[in-house]
């Protein structure tokens, strides 16, 4: 096979190795944010059933409904994945549950983000002021958006090619 066949990754596979390795990375991350969601999840249960529950004002209430609202959410969303794969099991359909999955699992990335910024704010405005728990909103969000914008433009995602340029630089590949 030429690298053309393999969609020039090199790595010689077909497109239907393809599909099941993007579908078990999928897979792989929405494990991570499966387990985010849950201790989030648990997180949030929890407090209603504390004693001070009680004094949180209207703002703070409606943020962690709101808050629980997103847990539940994450919850479909990530649920969702597995509905899709049972939904096309078998039926020769894996580059479109990789391509459908991909999306929902950046839509569930996305919920729970907001859901981790919206509880640090939450827990600030409690038990600091309501304008720390702002400013940990804002900054829980710009962390996490900045990492995802700025993460992939640093070294460790160039390409193959650019990578083997630099290994032929550094003589370490003929």
């Not at 897979?27 to 648990?42: D, P």
């Not at 209430?61 to 096309?88: F, K, M, Q, W």
């Not at 909103?137 to 914008?149: D, H, S």
Request: with cysteine.
């Amino acid at each position: 096979m030429t690298g053309l066949e393999t969609g020039g990754d090199g790595r010689g596979e077909s497109p239907e190795e393809r599909a099941d390795r993007n579908w078990n990375e999928i897979l792989q991350e929405a494990r991570v944010t499966q387990t985010c969601t849950q201790i989030l999840g648990g997180f949030l249960l929890a407090v209603a059933f504390q004693p001070r529950f009680g004094e949180i004002d209207g703002y703070q209430l409606g943020l962690y409904l709101t808050l629980v609202g997103l847990a539940g959410l994450a919850t479909a969303l990530a649920l969702a994945l597995v509905s899709l794969h049972r939904r096309y099991f078998g039926k020769r359909q894996k580059p479109r549950v990789v391509r459908i999955g991909s999306r929902l699992l950046i839509a569930d990335l996305v919920v729970v983000a907001v859901l981790a910024a919206g509880v640090t704010s939450l827990i600030f405005d409690f038990t600091l002021s309501r304008p720390a728990g702002f400013i940990a909103l804002a900054a829980g969000l710009v962390i996490t958006f900045g990492l995802w914008v700025f993460v992939p433009f640093g070294r460790g995602a160039r390409g193959v090619d650019e990578a083997r340029r630099d290994r032929r630089a550094d003589g370490e590949e003929k």
